[in-house]
């Protein structure tokens, strides 16, 4: 399943947010795919897209950012997907 993880920086936290990324904290927990990762241009968060059969393992990688990042994270679902059951609700 898909998951798209949204943040926004907590004010103040930009250089400690950017020198554990350049550590390499940046990088998903175990079991959990990172397909694309997005930054704002203004450095005022960003978002990332993930997969994954365990919601657990994204819960433990935002813990380790919650000090810094405030963290929105939703299933999503692609086009083809979303297409046919809009097609069923609405008998298009």
Partial sequence: MKFMTTWALIPGSVAETATRFLAGEGAPTEGVTLLG???????SGGFSLYETD???????????????????????????????NLAITYKK
């Fill in 37 to 43: 990762r997005w930054h704002n241009v203004d450095c």
């Fill in 54 to 84: 365990n919601p657990a393992a994204l819960h433990l990688g935002a813990s380790k950012w919650a000090d810094l990042l405030e963290l929105n994270t939703v299933a999503v679902i692609e086009d083809a997907e979303a297409g046919p």
